[in-house]
C-alpha cells in the first residue's frame, strides 16, 4: 500500500523485490492501465527537476517485471492520502527483455514528496531492483537577456541565461523562422552567455537553452523560449536591397550594424569574416570595371562580385 511506501535515496537504495502476490486495493487511477499489482516507493526531491529511475532485472532472475513507472503527489496523512498523478510519457519499462531499463521522472519540485507505484502491464508480475542514480537531471534554464520581446538589439547579439544546478555545459537553440523549428548552434560549458555570430539586422530571433549533464539533457525546455528583434541595419543590408551604383558616381555608406546575409567570399587570401556585409549592384558596361572602396581606419573591406539573382548567386570574383 501507499501509506507503506520504501524511502528511496539517490545513489544510496538499491531495494529488490517482486510484484507476485501484490495487489491494488485503495491504489488510485493510472493513466496508463488500471493497477492490479503494485507496489510503493516514496522519493523526496532534492533539487527543481527530472530524475533517472534504473529499473535492473536482479541478478540470477530469467525474467523481469514488464511494467509502468507512475508518478504521484499527495496530500492529506496516511492512510487518507489523496494522489494526483503527475503525467509523465515516457515510464514504461519492460524487464523480460532487458536487463535495465533508464527512466525519466516529471520535471519534480525541490523538497516536495512524490510516489512512486510499479505496476505490471495487463496484469504482469515479476521481479525488480530499483535505484536513484546520484545525478539528477538538470532543470531548465531561464532567459536572461535580452529581454523578450526586446528590439533594437545590437549585432551581433549577445545572450545570456540563469545558472542550473547540476549542470555542466548548455546547449543554445536558435530559430529565425518564429520558432517553428530550431536549430541547434553549440554547446557552452563555463559560461552564461554567448555571442551570436551570422546574424542579420531587423530580424527576429528565438532562443532557447538546455542544461546538460552527465544524467542527460533538460527535457522540454522549448517551452522556455524568448524572442528579441535586432536592431535595423543599413538600407542596403541585404541582397534585394541593394543599392545601385553608377559610373564615376561616388556613394557613401557604413556597415554599422549590419548583419551577415551570405557566406564568406571565396577570395583566399583575402577573405573577410562575413559578419557585417552590405550590398551594391551594378550593370555592366563593358568587359571590366573598377570598384573603389575607401574607409576611415581601421575598416578593412573585402569586395566579393556575384552575378545572377539573389535567390542564385555566383561569384565572379
Given at each position: 500500500?501507499?501509506?507503506?511506501?520504501?524511502?528511496?535515496?539517490?545513489?544510496?537504495?538499491?531495494?529488490?523485490?517482486?510484484?507476485?502476490?501484490?495487489?491494488?486495493?485503495?491504489?488510485?487511477?493510472?493513466?496508463?492501465?488500471?493497477?492490479?499489482?503494485?507496489?510503493?516507493?516514496?522519493?523526496?526531491?532534492?533539487?527543481?527537476?527530472?530524475?533517472?529511475?534504473?529499473?535492473?532485472?536482479?541478478?540470477?532472475?530469467?525474467?523481469?517485471?514488464?511494467?509502468?513507472?507512475?508518478?504521484?503527489?499527495?496530500?492529506?496523512?496516511?492512510?487518507?492520502?489523496?494522489?494526483?498523478?503527475?503525467?509523465?510519457?515516457?515510464?514504461?519499462?519492460?524487464?523480460?527483455?532487458?536487463?535495465?531499463?533508464?527512466?525519466?521522472?516529471?520535471?519534480?519540485?525541490?523538497?516536495?514528496?512524490?510516489?512512486?507505484?510499479?505496476?505490471?502491464?495487463?496484469?504482469?508480475?515479476?521481479?525488480?531492483?530499483?535505484?536513484?542514480?546520484?545525478?539528477?537531471?538538470?532543470?531548465?534554464?531561464?532567459?536572461?537577456?535580452?529581454?523578450?520581446?526586446?528590439?533594437?538589439?545590437?549585432?551581433?547579439?549577445?545572450?545570456?541565461?540563469?545558472?542550473?544546478?547540476?549542470?555542466?555545459?548548455?546547449?543554445?537553440?536558435?530559430?529565425?523562422?518564429?520558432?517553428?523549428?530550431?536549430?541547434?548552434?553549440?554547446?557552452?560549458?563555463?559560461?552564461?552567455?554567448?555571442?551570436?555570430?551570422?546574424?542579420?539586422?531587423?530580424?527576429?530571433?528565438?532562443?532557447?537553452?538546455?542544461?546538460?549533464?552527465a544524467a542527460g539533457n533538460a527535457v522540454g525546455c522549448v517551452i522556455t523560449a524568448t524572442s528579441f528583434t535586432t536592431i535595423a541595419g543599413p538600407a542596403n543590408d541585404f541582397c534585394n536591397s541593394a543599392t545601385t551604383l553608377t559610373a564615376s558616381n561616388v556613394v557613401n555608406g557604413t556597415t554599422v550594424n549590419a548583419g551577415a546575409s551570405q557566406g564568406v567570399a571565396a577570395c583566399v587570401p583575402a577573405a573577410g569574416t562575413a559578419d557585417d556585409d552590405v550590398w551594391y549592384q551594378f550593370t555592366a558596361i563593358g568587359d571590366s570595371a573598377i570598384i573603389t572602396v575607401q574607409g576611415a581606419a581601421p575598416?578593412?573591406?573585402?569586395?566579393?562580385?556575384?552575378?545572377?539573382?539573389?535567390?542564385?548567386?555566383?561569384?565572379?570574383?
Amino acid at each position: 500500500a501507499v501509506c507503506d511506501a520504501i524511502t528511496l535515496t539517490r545513489g544510496v537504495t538499491n531495494y529488490c523485490g517482486t510484484t507476485v502476490c501484490a495487489t491494488a486495493t485503495g491504489d488510485p487511477a493510472f493513466s496508463q492501465s488500471s493497477p492490479n499489482n503494485t507496489v510503493w516507493f516514496r522519493y523526496v526531491a532534492t533539487a527543481n527537476g527530472r530524475v533517472e529511475v534504473k529499473l535492473k532485472r536482479p541478478d540470477g532472475a530469467s525474467t523481469g517485471l514488464f511494467g509502468w513507472l507512475a508518478t504521484y503527489t499527495a496530500s492529506g496523512t496516511c492512510p487518507n492520502l489523496t494522489l494526483t498523478e503527475v503525467v509523465n510519457t515516457n515510464n514504461g519499462f519492460n524487464l523480460t527483455t532487458n536487463d535495465s531499463v533508464v527512466l525519466q521522472t516529471p520535471i519534480l519540485t525541490a523538497g516536495v514528496t512524490y510516489y512512486f507505484m510499479l505496476d505490471g502491464v495487463n496484469g504482469a508480475s515479476g521481479a525488480y531492483c530499483i535505484s536513484m542514480p546520484i545525478t539528477q537531471i538538470p532543470a531548465c534554464a531561464t532567459n536572461v537577456s535580452p529581454a523578450n520581446l526586446a528590439t533594437g538589439v545590437n549585432l551581433p547579439p549577445v545572450v545570456s541565461w540563469s545558472a542550473v544546478p547540476g549542470a555542466t555545459s548548455y546547449g543554445l537553440f536558435w530559430s529565425s523562422n518564429g520558432g517553428s523549428t530550431y536549430d541547434s548552434i553549440g554547446s557552452i560549458v563555463n559560461s552564461l552567455s554567448a555571442q551570436v555570430n551570422n546574424t542579420l539586422g531587423n530580424t527576429t530571433y528565438h532562443w532557447y537553452i538546455q542544461p546538460k549533464n552527465a544524467a542527460g539533457n533538460a527535457v522540454g525546455c522549448v517551452i522556455t523560449a524568448t524572442s528579441f528583434t535586432t536592431i535595423a541595419g543599413p538600407a542596403n543590408d541585404f541582397c534585394n536591397s541593394a543599392t545601385t551604383l553608377t559610373a564615376s558616381n561616388v556613394v557613401n555608406g557604413t556597415t554599422v550594424n549590419a548583419g551577415a546575409s551570405q557566406g564568406v567570399a571565396a577570395c583566399v587570401p583575402a577573405a573577410g569574416t562575413a559578419d557585417d556585409d552590405v550590398w551594391y549592384q551594378f550593370t555592366a558596361i563593358g568587359d571590366s570595371a573598377i570598384i573603389t572602396v575607401q574607409g576611415a581606419a581601421p575598416f578593412d573591406a573585402v569586395v566579393a562580385l556575384y552575378g545572377g539573382t539573389c535567390t542564385a548567386l555566383t561569384q565572379q570574383g
